[in-house]
């Protein structure tokens, strides 16, 4: 099970998350680990709890595939604000059951940072992924297009803020990955096979994770003219909020890919204070954005590595 949990995508796929299994309790606790966060980035640790949220849901997933009945206690211990989640798997009858259906997407669902075709995603889908955050206590807003056009500008714009900090430029380094001397394990971080092309002709509606460093033979493509976004957020702005979002988050990937969408995050206008409430549609009933999905039609990207069980879990 925790091998599927670790499926979730998580910052700079830094993978935040430490699991101890209770051999006495029949629990498995969630712990959000402070030594893979981002200071400058997420100084909150808001998408690191976002991250660990993603994790708990795969968790759950998982559970209900081996025919398990997972109950979630979310930030059980007032005394550590690490301990984000504890999961018994002795629910009530019919708990989480419709989860199952959502596990062969687990080793499917892979970040898309390529261009996705013009395309447009019919309605009963959309709906379908609406329904699919509602279930974890969240709104999927997909905006229009005056919205859409705002989001990407305010993308444009952390692009320019980032390119301005080098703090934040020397922190996204530190996550990447592309076979130089002194880069960190392979088992984490965004490799460069999945930077996805240079842009041109249009803003890119993705990270440019090659901007630190130069990548040999990083091809260019022109991406989506109109890109299709989702905004996931919550009432609320607190740990317990972002940990719903992570789950909600998880359980929309999920259903979208197994509706042949490919995907990727965008959280880069939300990083900054400054940016982050002009996401927001002021026509909805979302209080804060925590995610900006991307979706479409196109290659599904390849899967990034992760660190072993062995790293993550622990018996206690």
């Given at each position: ?224 003219k109109a890109p299709q976004i989702a905004l996931l957020g919550t009432v609320g702005d607190g740990p317990e909020d972002w940990l719903k979002a992570g789950q909600a988050m998880q359980r929309v990937l999920l259903q979208a890919t197994l509706d042949g969408l490919a995907t990727s995050l965008m959280s880069q206008p939300l990083e900054w204070p400054e940016l982050r409430s002009d996401a927001r549609d002021p026509g909805s009933t979302i209080g ?29």
């Amino acid at each position: 099970m925790v091998e599927d949990a670790v499926t979730a995508p998580s910052m700079h796929n830094a993978q935040p998350w430490k699991f101890v299994a209770g051999t006495d309790t029949g629990t498995i606790a969630l712990y959000g680990d402070p030594q893979r966060a981002m200071p400058r980035e997420d100084p909150s640790h808001r998408a690191l709890h976002l991250g660990c949220g993603a994790a708990l849901f795969c968790l759950r997933v998982s559970a209900a595939h081996r025919g398990l009945r997972p109950v979630v206690r979310l930030l059980p211990a007032a005394d550590d604000p690490w301990h984000l989640a504890d999961v018994r798997f002795d629910g009530p009858e019919g708990a989480d059951d419709d989860l199952g259906v959502l596990h062969p997407a687990l080793g499917q669902r892979h970040t898309s940072r390529f261009p996705f075709t013009e395309e447009r995603i019919p309605p009963e889908v959309t709906d379908g992924l609406r329904a699919a955050a509602l279930l974890e206590g969240c709104r999927l807003v997909v905006p229009g297009a005056w919205h859409t056009d705002t989001v990407m500008g305010l993308v444009h714009a952390s692009e320019l803020f980032e390119a301005a900090d080098e703090a934040v430029r020397a922190e996204i380094a530190a996550w990447t990955r592309t076979g130089a001397a002194g880069e960190g394990p392979d088992t984490e971080g965004i490799p460069a096979y999945a930077f996805g092309p240079r842009q041109y002709d249009v803003t890119s509606p993705v990270r440019n994770f090659g901007a630190p460093r130069q990548v040999p033979d990083r091809a260019a493509a022109r991406f989506e003219k109109a890109p299709q976004i989702a905004l996931l957020g919550t009432v609320g702005d607190g740990p317990e909020d972002w940990l719903k979002a992570g789950q909600a988050m998880q359980r929309v990937l999920l259903q979208a890919t197994l509706d042949g969408l490919a995907t990727s995050l965008m959280s880069q206008p939300l990083e900054w204070p400054e940016l982050r409430s002009d996401a927001r549609d002021p026509g909805s009933t979302i209080g804060f954005v925590h995610m900006v999905i991307r979706l479409g039609y196109g290659p599904r990207g390849r899967a990034t590595p992760r660190r072993p069980v062995s790293e993550v879990l622990a018996f206690g």
